[in-house]
């Protein structure tokens, strides 16, 4: 239809990043230079290792790794990619992972030194906390095959959902649509509420492995403490983890050597 910057939504587990290398094998078959944009050590990886089962090769664009352009395609770490513009190879197609952060000014300045690219975008999220909207980096949205569709067809998993009591969050102001992150942790920070989340993991989840999200990374850290005194295994990780620890915290966890993973 003539866009040149498409972004396509999808949810969690959809395949997009399988999507992304069946295009990126079909343009590189045309001799087309291909950069596959990330904004986290692991997305990189992941990246790296579905091109790779795809049976094609790849550079890698990131801080600490001497880069080989000669490669069409380069999966690239978006702010060493931002850093090094003036040296980077051209692209004659981009696609970016985890596409809502596009208006980072690092996925900016890069999105903007190739203005003739083609530029596909995947996310599951199409709209950002902030308000603000994609429609200065994208010309047009296709929405692909929803949740339920992907359930009913036996490609994920159906889930079932336990909603306790709201926590009291009277007086938690609301900042760009989300609430106050400070403000909302010291209201679900308490220790009644993270024993009530070890105690419905106790009685709905146990002995599973399970992923808990905390408001903040103190808060973070508080559930894992608290897991742990009730003879839970329990590891936190956030972005602040060094990247060593965390992966081998990930590791850990896929091999299910602790049960409740909190970040």
């Known amino acids: 239809a ?3 910057r498409v972004l396509l939504v999808a949810p969690t587990g959809a395949g997009k990043r399988m999507m992304a290398v069946y295009t990126i094998a079909r343009a590189a078959e045309r001799s087309k230079r291909c950069g596959f944009l990330v904004h986290r ?23 600490g790794v001497r880069p080989d352009y000669d490669w069409s395609i380069q999966v690239a770490s978006i702010q060493t990619l931002a850093r090094r513009l003036d040296a980077a190879p051209a692209f004659d197609f981009l696609f970016v992972d985890e596409a809502h952060h596009a208006r980072a000014s690092s996925w900016e300045a890069v999105v903007a030194a190739y203005p003739g690219a083609f530029v596909l975008g995947f996310t599951a999220t199409p709209a950002r906390l902030d308000g603000k909207g994609l429609g200065k980096w994208f010309d047009a949205m296709v929405v692909g095959p929803g949740l339920r569709e992907l359930i009913d067809a036996g490609h994920l998993a159906e889930y079932r959902i336990f909603a306790p009591p709201p926590p009291d969050v009277h007086g938690v102001r609301t900042v760009a649509g989300d609430y106050n992150r400070a ?10 509420l993270v024993g009530d989340v070890v105690a419905h993991y106790q009685r709905y989840a146990a002995g599973t492995q399970a992923i808990c999200f905390g408001v903040n990374i103190l808060h973070s850290k508080h559930l894992a403490e608290a897991f742990v005194a009730a003879g839970i295994t329990a590891r936190h990780a956030d972005g602040e983890t060094p990247r060593d620890e965390r992966r081998m915290v990930l590791e850990d966890f896929t091999a299910r050597r602790f049960s409740v993973l909190c970040n």
């Open 2 to 4: 003539g866009q040149r």
């Open 41 to 63: 050590q692991e997305l990189l990886d992941q990246a790296v290792a579905t091109i790779e089962d795809a049976g094609l090769r790849c550079g890698i664009i990131k801080s």
């Open 183 to 192: 403000e909302l942790a010291e209201a679900v920070d308490r220790p009644k």
